[in-house]
C-alpha cells in the first residue's frame, strides 16, 4: 500500500542513548518532514527536507538532526537523549503545496 | 505561538447533530488545510482550501474559509460515533514549503 512507512513504532531510551527513527515514503512526493506530538501542543515541526539533498530547521531543531538519504527516505536521529525528547514523532510527505500531507503511524518515544 | 488555534478545545455532541470547529490564525496564508487524528494513529488529511476559496465541500464536511477576519471552519453534518477524534487545521508558510498545526480539537460523538 502506497503511504509512508516509520519504524519502529514504540522504542524506550534511557538519558544519553542515542537512536535514529527511520522514515520511508513511496509516492515520489519531493518534500519530507519530522514533527513531534506533545499532549495540547499540535504537531510542531523539528526538520524538513524540500528536496532531495537539502534539509532545513524547523521550530524544534535542538538536539535533533536529519539525514535526506535519498528521495524516499528521511532519518531523524537523536544524538544523546534527554526526558524532553520524550513524545510521538511523525513522519510525513507532501507532493506539493497545494496537497495534503500523507502521515506515518508515528514513533512512540520514552526516555526515562 | 501558534500560528493557528483551534476553537472549542474540546467538543461533546450526540449522534446525529452537526459539529462545528473554528480555526483563527495570525499570518497571511497560501492555503488552510483540516486533519483528522484517530487515537494513537496517524494524522489522516481531510480537505485543502486555497486562501481564494471561501467554501468547499467533501461528503459530510463543509470547510468556510474568511481570509479577513483570518478564520475558518469546519463542519462535520449528521455526526457519527467514527467521527470521535481530534481535528486539526494547519496552515502553509514559507511559500507552502510546511504547515503549521494548532492545537487541536477533540470531538467526542456519544451514540
Known amino acids: 500500500n502506497a503511504g509512508v512507512t516509520q519504524t519502529p513504532k514504540f522504542q524506550v531510551l534511557k538519558t544519553g542513548q542515542s537512536m535514529t527513527l527511520q522514515c520511508a515514503q513511496d509516492m515520489n512526493h519531493n518534500s519530507m518532514y519530522w514533527y513531534r506530538q506533545d499532549p495540547g501542543m499540535g504537531l510542531r515541526l523539528i526538520y524538513y527536507s524540500a528536496s532531495e539533498g537539502t534539509t532545513d530547521k524547523g521550530e524544534v531543531p535542538n538536539g535533533y538532526n536529519v539525514s535526506r538519504l535519498n528521495k524516499r527516505e528521511f532519518s531523524l536521529r537523536l544524538e544523546s537523549a534527554a526526558p524532553s525528547q520524550t513524545s510521538v514523532y511523525f513522519c510525513?510527505?507532501?507532493?506539493?503545496?497545494?496537497?495534503?500531507?500523507?502521515f506515518g503511524s508515528g514513533t512512540r518515544l520514552t526516555v526515562v | 505561538s501558534q500560528q493557528g488555534e483551534e476553537d472549542p478545545q474540546a467538543l461533546s455532541i450526540q449522534e446525529g447533530e452537526n459539529a462545528t470547529m473554528n480555526c483563527s490564525y495570525k499570518t497571511s496564508i497560501n492555503n488552510l488545510q483540516w486533519y483528522r487524528q484517530n487515537s494513537g494513529r496517524g494524522l489522516v488529511h481531510l480537505i485543502l482550501i486555497r486562501s481564494n476559496e471561501r467554501e468547499k465541500h467533501s461528503g459530510r464536511l463543509r470547510v468556510t474559509l474568511d481570509t479577513s477576519k483570518k478564520s475558518s471552519s469546519l463542519l462535520i453534518t449528521a455526526s457519527r460515533a467514527a467521527d470521535t477524534a481530534s481535528y486539526f487545521c494547519?496552515?502553509?508558510?514559507?511559500?507552502?514549503?510546511?504547515?503549521?498545526f494548532g492545537p487541536g480539537t477533540r470531538l467526542s460523538v456519544l451514540p
Open positions: 494547519a496552515t502553509a508558510v514559507n511559500y507552502g514549503q510546511n504547515f503549521v
Open positions: 510525513a510527505s507532501n507532493g506539493g503545496q497545494y496537497y495534503g500531507y500523507t
